[in-house]
């Protein structure tokens, strides 16, 4: 199992630009699909950012297209997600993740980590405010 650790949330302006990171304990070939995904207060969870590791394909929710941008450090065995333009509806937990056999359609659209080839990092909170 591969051991996730989010850092980089705190609280921002807005139309701050922080950046997170999920610094994985291992990044094998095998790890197919990453992702950060965002919860908001009394909303679900859901997928804002997916990267493929085998060719660096990445894909956006429409909430962040444009402002935010998805990367893969593999010699420091690290994921980004570097956020620009932060606005109040960004505030909420930001959690990577990340699947082994998850296809790749399906990574760059909707997924989730399965229990058994994927898991979650612990998450880190992001609050918008003035």
């Known amino acids: 199992q591969v051991h996730l650790m989010e850092s980089g949330g705190g609280s921002v302006q807005p139309g701050g630009s922080p950046r997170l990171s999920c610094a994985a304990s291992?990044?094998?070939?095998?790890?197919?699909?990453m992702g950060w995904f965002r919860q908001a207060p009394g909303k679900e969870r859901e997928g804002i950012a997916s990267l493929l590791t085998t060719d660096g394909t990445t894909s956006y929710a429409d909430s962040v297209k444009g402002r935010f941008t998805i990367s893969k450090d593999a010699a420091n065995n690290t994921l980004y997600l570097q956020m620009n333009n932060l606005k109040p509806e960004d505030t909420g937990m930001y959690y990577c993740?990340?699947?082994?056999?998850?296809?790749?359609?399906?990574?760059?659209?909707?997924?989730?980590?399965?229990?058994?080839?994927?898991?979650w990092g612990e998450g880190t909170q992001v609050s918008v405010s003035s």
């Open positions: 291992e990044f094998t070939p095998s790890i197919y699909c």
């Open positions: 993740a990340y699947d082994k056999l998850v296809p790749a359609s399906q990574c760059l659209s909707t997924w989730a980590p399965s229990p058994v080839f994927g898991g």
